[in-house]
């Protein structure tokens, strides 16, 4: 691919691929609110259309092959066979066509406030004529219209304002050649082909592909699901992101249950959690459930802080409150991995265990803070789990 080709990368080098794609007018930013916590679970590809965010622009017409060839170079470049894939509006576009020629390039699909067929082809190549002669900025009023609520931006004045620059800045070459393919586009006919798993996600008010087009595309492809964000305009991920982000989650890694018991198992190790689950089935079972949605697939799955950290930062207030049996679980499995093995497909990467200097210091923390008695009975754990102590 040529040197232009713009895109971002983010999440650890070795995580499975997701690639990104946006909506025309705008570039990889619009993904900033789904990002940090995609990237604790996958090598996250943002890709920029041509023209955008400093993406060179294709010879010729603008057309939606040439848009999922160019992606497939791209993929090919970074060395990913199949990813996830999901695409807001025309990365939406890009999504499907991929899915339908290359199915075994996606894995899993997500669709968002997107169509197989935008109506108003003619539109389309008027803004592209439109944009060549006068630029980009011109369009700003209409879009910002489009793509969020009014209420959205009489709260969020800024988020407007940044989302106009943007646009300001898209080449108008690119954009207008964006509007060609967009304009020549109709993949109606080819959903069937789609074997991907395929959420279709759709804005309640969103007026560039209103809920029951999105239905319509769910309905053609084989298996697909759709869910409708209330109050959410063309860009709902961005006016809407907490929802939006829990959809993706539950689509590509599972469920907040799902996700938690494949965290539990990999920051605990398998065999804990195994014996754990046999210990607590029958009348336990509705409290291990409770265990793997809450603390493992809401806390210790939010991307704010890494997992050797919320580590450390259990060891001490475990220490700290006495808890010494939850205490030599986590030392265990923090010194030693546990029993945890490699990482399922889909999950965030196994981090290093902690080394036995990070453990020292926690505790000596613990005493100054918490106190020494409650420090001596967490190195006396610590030892034995070391190998260091007799066992008591």
């Known amino acids: 691919m040529a040197e232009d080709v713009a895109y971002k990368l983010d999440g650890p080098e070795g995580a499975p691929p997701l690639v990104l794609a946006g909506s025309l007018g705008t570039t990889v930013g619009v993904w900033d609110g789904q990002v940090p916590v995609l990237s604790q679970w996958f090598r996250v590809v943002r890709v920029e259309h041509p023209g955008h965010g400093g993406a060179g622009v294709p010879e010729g017409p603008g057309t939606l092959e040439g848009l999922g060839e160019r992606l497939l170079g791209i993929m090919d470049d970074l060395g990913i066979g199949a990813a996830c894939y999901a695409g807001l509006s025309l990365g939406g576009l890009v999504g499907m066509w991929l899915a339908a020629n290359h199915p075994e390039r996606v894995s899993r699909l997500a669709l968002c406030f997107t169509s197989a067929r935008f109506a108003g082809a003619g539109s389309y190549m008027e803004r592209a004529a439109q944009v060549r002669s006068a630029g980009t900025a011109q369009l700003a009023p209409a879009a910002l219209g489009r793509w969020f609520t009014a209420p959205f931006l009489s709260l969020h004045p800024e988020v407007g304002e940044g989302y106009a620059a943007t646009l300001a800045g898209i080449d108008a070459p690119g954009y207008a050649y964006c509007c060609e393919a967009l304009a020549g586009a109709d993949l109606t006919a080819h959903l069937e082909r789609i074997k991907a798993p395929t959420l279709v996600v759709g804005g309640a008010l969103d007026p560039v592909v209103p809920p029951d087009l999105a239905a319509m595309t769910m309905k053609a492809i084989p298996g697909a699901s759709l869910v409708v964000l209330p109050a959410g305009a063309h860009l709902a991920n961005v006016e809407r992101p907490g929802p939006f982000n829990d959809l993706l989650l539950s689509h590509f890694v599972g469920s907040a249950s799902e996700r938690g018991e494949r965290v539990r198992r990999e ?3 398998g065999g804990h959690v195994d014996r754990e689950r046999a210990a607590g089935a029958g009348f336990g079972a509705p409290f291990q459930d409770l265990l793997a949605k ?14 050797a950290t919320r580590r450390l930062l259990t060891i001490a207030m475990l220490a700290s409150l006495g808890r010494t049996e939850e205490l030599e679980v986590h030392l265990r499995a923090a010194l030693a ?42 190195f006396r754990v610590a030892g034995r789990v070391l190998g260091d102590a007799p066992a008591k």
């Open 267 to 269: 920051v605990l190790g």
């Open 294 to 307: 809450w603390p493992w697939g809401e806390i210790w799955a939010r991307p704010g802080l890494d997992w």
């Open 337 to 378: 991995r546990g029993e945890g093995g490699e990482p399922l497909a889909g999950e965030p990467l196994a981090e290093a265990p902690l080394t036995e200097e990070a453990v020292t210091e926690v505790l000596l923390q613990v005493a100054v803070y918490a106190g020494v008695p409650a420090a001596n009975a967490a």
